[in-house]
């Protein structure tokens, strides 16, 4: 029997859990076209979701999806967003006749892409006339807003804090403000940075879209989910699902990796669940390496006080000494770089974001 659990890639079908209410509340955004902030740790399940929601949505909204990660500037935005446009319409002759009378002042050209097989369009970069870019691409999607509602999710937003501070943001907010038929979900995991994005009254987008933290599954999910899933291979205890989902604290990515591995194990051996703990930190080892390394002392000693202390009670003079720390400013200070390189978040208590790299870093 094929492994039904993956960690790698999105997840569909049979592979992804529950999420009823939040399917439910990103269809009712869209068919609104009420615009959302759709923010999580990494690899909550952002993604999936929206392709999820994708899936059941109906023909008479067009879904538009555009990754952003790596881009790095505004003719990249504007690239990204213009090979993507087959999604707006499959018919290449009619979509390359409607660019043609948008973009007047610059050239498109049309290819197929080979992934996909649908069409894809290619702005030419002229050095005078870029700016006229960004709004002929926003007019080619006002304009096929018109024929049907739209959803269109840029993943990874946050990129765009990189391209040219704040007047990019301030741009493509106008555009954006402007398109009453289209839904824009802006997606993304680092959360500090789209909460500056989002929530600071000087900033672009401020209040430009409803925020929706996308949080782990329920318990009770994930025992209805994993039971269906063994139930032709072999039996699995209620207690030994909740266990697992109790290490992986519920994150999604590490819960599909834990039982990928027990899919072929040997359930009734008492070790078998710390055997694969190891062996997930085992694998993760050189990427926790490269960030532990990358880190200052300080840096190190507070995040071992956070792992060891359920990241409560940081500043005492007991806490302080237990990592050779001296003085709580030194804790202060390294809770914020942390927090600025998104290892840290503070939910109530401050927290390891990354679950597996706290259970690696309580092994130092
Ligand atoms: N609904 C779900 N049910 C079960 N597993 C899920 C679900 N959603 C996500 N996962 C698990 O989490 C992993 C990451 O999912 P996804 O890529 O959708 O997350 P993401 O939040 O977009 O991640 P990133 O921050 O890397 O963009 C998947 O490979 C899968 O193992
Ligand atoms: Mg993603």
Known sequence: MINPFSFSGTVADQGFCNRKQEQKDIIDFIQNSENVLLHANRRMGKTSLIYKVFCRLDNDITKLYIDLYGTVSENDFIEALMKNAGQLESRSEKLLKTAKEIFTSSNVSL???PVTNLPSLT??????????LLENAMLLLERYSGKKRMVIVFDEFQEIENYSGGEFEKRLRGFIQKHNRISYIFAGSRQHILASMFNSKGKAFYKLAHSYPLSE???????????GLFADKKKISDKLIIKVVNICERHPMY?????????????KSPEIIDQTLDLILLRNRNEYM??????????????KLIAANEGKDLYSADSLKSVSLTTPSQV???LQSLTQKDIIQKNGVYKIQDIMF???????
């Open 332 to 334: 202060t200070k390294t």
């Open 255 to 267: 819960i599909q990796q834990f039982f990928y591995h027990l899919w072929e194990a040997d359930l």
């Open 290 to 303: 490269n960030i532990w390394d990358s880190l200052t002392l300080n840096q190190r000693k507070t995040l």
């Open 358 to 364: 706290k259970q690696w870093i309580l092994r130092l």
């Open 123 to 132: 702005p030419v970069f002229g050095s005078s006339k870029n700016s006229m």
């Open 111 to 113: 290819s197929i892409d």
């Open 217 to 227: 599954i329920e318990e009770d999910d994930y025992i209805k989910w994993i039971k």
